[in-house]
T-cell receptor
Framework: GESVGLHLPTLSVQEGDNSIINCAYSNSASDYFIWYKQESGKGPQFIIDIRSNMDKRQGQRVTVLLNKTVKHLSLQIAATQPGDSAVYFC?????????FGQGTELSVKP | NAGVMQNPRHLVRRRGQEARLRCSPMKGHSHVYWYRQLPEEGLKFMVYLQKENIIDESGMPKERFSAEFPKEGPSILRIQQVVRGDSAAYFCASSPLGRDEKLFFGSGTQLSVL
């Protein structure tokens, strides 16, 4: 079955630095990937998504990279700000459902 | 266009009582999903519904838990005879298409069982 994991449970970065959050998945048939941000006491908020026919997609200050060869997904946040502090989840499609990872907690130091 | 609305925001119940959690999907969305989240854990899928139909309830406990999404009105997640282990945040999400598409989440209901 699908397993979705994150390489680091916590990540601490200095304000202004770039952040990279990683996600590994196991099902090579997965074709849709999403990153969510969850702030304390709130529901997950969509950040960016990517389909398997792409290997990179950019948004505002965020970039998602997909490496299908090694089944790895990453979220890059440029010029990290205190407001980026949250838990970040990757979600991977498998057999018509989304499987969520455990989450990485990003902490931004001023 | 209002987002996914969940209420109540916080719900306190004593052991043995019933908990009813409500979710109104985004306008135009006919697919509703319920997830449970324990502190410092990920989202665990519970049930997936379309109007008047339960499509997948594989993540929902067989006893005490039920869900519905009637033709009119919000989706309801019902927990009978709550126990302390039911304490968690319950999130509802909706989508316009199938379950492997982008989900839009509500703010959740925090259930506390005393």
């Amino acid at each position: 079955g699908e397993s979705v994991g994150l390489h680091l449970p916590t990540l601490s970065v200095q304000e202004g630095d770039n952040s990279i959050i990683n996600c590994a998945y196991s099902n090579s048939a997965s074709d849709y990937f999403i990153w969510y941000k969850q702030e304390s006491g709130k529901g997950p908020q969509f950040i960016i998504d990517i389909r398997s026919n792409m290997d990179k997609r950019q948004g505002q200050r965020v970039t998602v990279l997909l490496n299908k060869t090694v089944k790895h997904l990453s979220l890059q946040i440029a010029a990290t700000q205190p407001g980026d502090s949250a838990v970040y989840f990757c979600a991977v499609s498998e057999e018509e459902q989304l499987i969520f990872g455990q989450g990485t907690e990003l902490s931004v130091k001023p | 266009n209002a987002g996914v609305m969940q209420n109540p925001r916080h719900l306190v119940r004593r052991r043995g009582q019933e908990a009813r959690l409500r979710c109104s999907p985004m306008k135009g969305h006919s697919h509703v999903y319920w997830y449970r989240q324990l502190p410092e854990e990920g989202l665990k899928f519970m049930v997936y519904l379309q109007k008047e139909n339960i499509i997948d309830e594989s993540g929902m406990p067989k006893e005490r838990f039920s869900a519905e999404f009637p033709k009119e009105g919000p989706s309801i997640l019902r927990i009978q005879q709550v126990v302390r282990g039911d304490s968690a945040a319950y999130f509802c999400a909706s989508s316009p298409l199938g379950r492997d598409e982008k989900l839009f989440f509500g703010s959740g209901t925090q259930l506390s069982v005393l």
